[in-house]
């Protein structure tokens, strides 16, 4: 007997958890019945077909969210053309709460796992495998007969470990799980249906951590929904990460900020730079919308906890925020933004609501004169409070957003620009204005082109600062990259600023005053590995250059060196 677990995933370096619990919680006597087999959505239908035809498995089980939904119906309308014998299951999230649906468009699958799914799945295997039950007795499970009995939920030291062979997950997100449940009861939110939160011992996570560590993963995503609820739990391994970082393994956290506690903090403070990185739920700063998705949140207190931890210069902030929230129309969003953009995050998410089946929100969506999408991910159209003309307005500043601001690479020059504007929201509003004018969001501006883009929407709104904008945008240029040729933008190196670069370059390989660990390297060396700029303004002080601030000086950029954070390379002034 075979059994085939299917996860189709967003992306290659995505991995889908779920499936690897489901094979570990059946234990080694039904393991070798069960095969994995993970895909893309960015894979041909056919393909995945195909591939699964070849495996030849008894029964099959899909692994179902909102991103992938739309492919597994493809191959349920397919598989049964092709494996005429082979029995269908389905799973996860966007199935548990629409299954008598699903079996009604689907009459050929056999059931659906509802909720959470190990110990279901191994009594499923043991029907399989002993043939000593029927598929009644087995609590958790959706039949074309109607629901088997409730199945209450598992201790969180039940779960095998699922990362026992990391070869397999080379160059791919390892996801980990400390905790289930959500004690908060956000509306859009399927979590908020679970509200009793099930910990994962500390002593069993520090030891599993303990494993990342030693094989030096680059990136260990959690996916608890509220990592600090629990405070002595969030401390305990943030404690642990912390006395034993590797010095190169990444912590990815979802956290909310404004119930850090003081000790939380000055522990968050004092780690190394890139080893943490928290994502931070904030959604809306209006008081009536908060209220409304049955959200609790202190934005003033949230607002100086952002500040706090970003002093520490260590930690990246990714700050997130939902476009057709109700009570909440194009003003108000338009102050939330300004408002989170304000906190300064170094990632600042702008997503559009989903109605997620199950959902409170979905339970709502008439009160709201919530319209979305009809396929998944069900997106937000229009409210009682956002048309649809709105919605577009916002996704085209959404992608501003994204390539001009969570881009990282025009840091400097934004920093100046938005002063030109009421808001940093009317700075990219006026963007995406200047986008749709150029035709750019038909044809997207390839990411060099971008800064020579930026400098022609700047001149557009301030003409008489051409020289400040273009020495804005070489330093960010150069900040991020050697380039192999300069922009027409930056204008061609004169013949006195060329000469000034070959003598310090010929002073630097004597003395190494600036470039410490290139002591190998000759002049020549040292000028293709690194850049030295020549500049009027003070464009590393964005406020005092915005001011009009003169002076006369080269940067000298290096690029072996770089911040942890932003990846930007360490420089140096060098003053005339």
Same mark, same amino acid.
């Given at each position: 007997?075979?059994?085939? &677990?299917?996860?189709?995933?967003?992306?290659?370096?995505?991995?889908?958890?779920?499936?690897?619990?489901?094979r570990?919680?059946?234990?080694?006597?039904?393991?070798?019945?069960?095969?994995?087999?993970?895909?893309?959505?960015?894979q041909?239908?056919?393909?995945?077909l195909?591939?699964?035809?070849?495996?030849?498995?008894?029964?099959?089980?899909?692994s179902?969210?909102i991103?992938?939904?739309?492919?597994?119906?493809e191959l349920?309308?397919?598989?049964?053309k092709?494996l005429?014998?082979t029995?269908l299951?389905?799973?996860?999230?966007?199935?548990?709460?629409?299954a008598?649906?699903?079996?009604?468009?689907?009459p050929?699958?056999k059931?659906i796992i509802?909720g959470?799914g190990e110990a279901?799945f191994?009594?499923?295997m043991?029907?399989y /495998?002993?043939?000593?039950?029927?598929?009644s007795?087995?609590?958790?499970l959706?039949?074309?007969?109607?629901?088997?009995p409730m199945?209450?939920l598992?201790?969180?030291d039940?779960?095998p470990?699922l990362?026992?062979?990391l070869?397999?997950?080379?160059?791919?997100i $390892?996801?980990?799980e400390?905790?289930?449940g959500?004690?908060?009861s956000?509306?859009y939110?399927l979590?908020s249906?679970d509200?009793?939160?099930?910990?994962?011992?500390?002593? &069993? /996570?520090?030891k599993?951590l303990?494993?990342?560590?030693?094989?030096?993963?680059p990136q260990?995503?959690?996916?608890?929904r509220?990592?600090?609820?629990?405070?002595?739990h969030?401390?305990a391994?943030?404690?642990y990460?912390?006395?034993?970082d590797n010095?190169v393994t990444?912590?990815?956290f979802e956290i909310s900020?404004d119930?850090?506690r003081?000790?939380?903090?000055a &522990?968050?403070?004092?780690?190394?730079?890139?080893?943490?990185q928290?994502e931070?739920g904030?959604?809306?700063t209006?008081p009536?919308?908060?209220s409304?998705i049955?959200r609790v949140?202190?934005?003033?207190?949230?607002?100086? $906890?952002v500040?706090s931890i970003?002093?520490?210069?260590?930690?990246?902030?990714?700050?997130?925020?939902?476009?057709?929230?109700?009570?909440e129309?194009?003003n108000?969003?338009r102050?939330s933004?300004?408002?989170?953009y304000g906190?300064?995050?170094d990632?600042?998410?702008l997503?559009f &609501?989903?109605v997620?089946?199950?959902?409170?929100m979905?339970?709502r =969506?008439?009160?709201?004169?919530?319209v979305y999408?009809s396929?998944?991910?069900?997106?937000?159209l229009?409210t009682k409070?956002?048309?649809?003309?709105e919605?577009l307005r916002?996704?085209? /500043?959404?992608?501003?957003?994204?390539?001009?601001?969570n881009?990282?690479?025009?840091?400097y020059?934004?920093a100046?620009l938005e002063?030109?504007f009421?808001?940093?929201f009317?700075?990219?509003?006026?963007m995406?204005?200047?986008?749709r004018?150029?035709g750019?969001?038909?044809?997207?501006?390839?990411? =060099?082109?971008?800064?020579?883009?930026?400098?022609?929407?700047?001149?557009?709104?301030?003409?008489?600062?051409?020289?400040?904008?273009?020495?804005l945008? /070489?330093f960010?240029?150069?900040?991020?990259?050697k380039?192999k040729s300069?922009?027409?933008f =930056?204008g061609?190196?004169?013949?006195?600023?060329k000469?000034?670069?070959?003598a310090f370059?010929?002073?630097?390989?004597?003395?190494?005053?600036?470039?410490?660990g290139?002591?190998e390297?000759d002049?020549?060396?040292l000028?293709?590995?690194?850049?030295?700029?020549h500049?009027?303004?003070p464009?590393?002080?964005?406020e005092?250059?915005g001011?009009g601030?003169?002076?006369?000086?080269?940067?000298?950029?290096d690029?072996r060196n770089r911040?942890?954070?932003?990846?930007?390379?360490?420089f140096w002034?060098l003053?005339?």
């Amino acid at each position: 007997m075979k059994y085939l &677990l299917v996860a189709v995933n967003a992306k290659y370096i995505h991995s889908n958890p779920a499936v690897y619990s489901l094979r570990a919680y059946a234990g080694e006597k039904y393991g070798e019945h069960i095969e994995l087999a993970e895909y893309t959505i960015n894979q041909r239908t056919e393909d995945i077909l195909a591939d699964i035809y070849q495996r030849k498995p008894d029964a099959i089980g899909f692994s179902c969210y909102i991103w992938n939904i739309r492919m597994i119906r493809e191959l349920l309308a397919e598989l049964p053309k092709v494996l005429e014998h082979t029995e269908l299951w389905l799973g996860g999230p966007e199935v548990s709460y629409d299954a008598p649906g699903m079996l009604i468009q689907f009459p050929h699958l056999k059931g659906i796992i509802v909720g959470e799914g190990e110990a279901t799945f191994r009594e499923l295997m043991a029907y399989y /495998v002993e043939g000593d039950r029927s598929l009644s007795e087995i609590a958790g499970l959706y039949l074309p007969e109607g629901f088997t009995p409730m199945r209450p939920l598992l201790s969180m030291d039940e779960l095998p470990f699922l990362y026992g062979d990391l070869e397999q997950f080379q160059n791919r997100i $390892i996801y980990y799980e400390s905790a289930r449940g959500c004690p908060y009861s956000c509306s859009y939110c399927l979590s908020s249906i679970d509200k009793r939160v099930r910990l994962r011992s500390v002593d &069993l /996570v520090q030891k599993e951590l303990q494993l990342f560590l030693d094989k030096k993963v680059p990136q260990v995503k959690f996916v608890d929904r509220t990592f600090n609820c629990v405070h002595e739990h969030a401390m305990a391994i943030w404690k642990y990460i912390s006395e034993h970082d590797n010095g190169v393994t990444n912590f990815h956290f979802e956290i909310s900020a404004d119930i850090l506690r003081p000790e939380e903090i000055a &522990l968050l403070n004092q780690m190394r730079p890139g080893l943490v990185q928290l994502e931070i739920g904030v959604q809306s700063t209006n008081p009536d919308t908060i209220s409304a998705i049955d959200r609790v949140m202190n934005v003033e207190r949230l607002e100086q $906890i952002v500040a706090s931890i970003r002093r520490g210069k260590n930690i990246h902030q990714h700050l997130d925020l939902i476009a057709g929230l109700p009570g909440e129309d194009y003003n108000s969003f338009r102050n939330s933004f300004d408002r989170v953009y304000g906190m300064k995050p170094d990632q600042l998410q702008l997503g559009f &609501l989903k109605v997620l089946k199950g959902s409170p929100m979905e339970e709502r =969506a008439g009160d709201y004169e919530l319209v979305y999408t009809s396929q998944p991910p069900y997106e937000v159209l229009k409210t009682k409070w956002l048309s649809y003309e709105e919605v577009l307005r916002l996704k085209q /500043v959404e992608e501003m957003v994204e390539l001009y601001y969570n881009s990282n690479q025009f840091r400097y020059t934004l920093a100046v620009l938005e002063k030109d504007f009421p808001g940093p929201f009317a700075m990219f509003e006026q963007m995406a204005a200047y986008y749709r004018e150029k035709g750019y969001f038909l044809n997207s501006p390839a990411r =060099a082109y971008r800064y020579q883009v930026l400098y022609d929407f700047a001149l557009s709104v301030s003409p008489g600062r051409k020289e400040l904008y273009r020495e804005l945008l /070489v330093f960010d240029l150069y900040l991020r990259e050697k380039v192999k040729s300069r922009p027409e933008f =930056a204008g061609e190196i004169g013949e006195d600023e060329k000469e000034y670069q070959r003598a310090f370059y010929l002073q630097e390989e004597k003395e190494h005053r600036y470039l410490k660990g290139y002591e190998e390297y000759d002049h020549r060396q040292l000028a293709k590995m690194t850049h030295l700029e020549h500049f009027t303004y003070p464009v590393w002080d964005p406020e005092a250059a915005g001011k009009g601030a003169r002076t006369s000086g080269s940067v000298l950029f290096d690029y072996r060196n770089r911040d942890a954070l932003t990846y930007d390379a360490a420089f140096w002034l060098l003053e005339d």
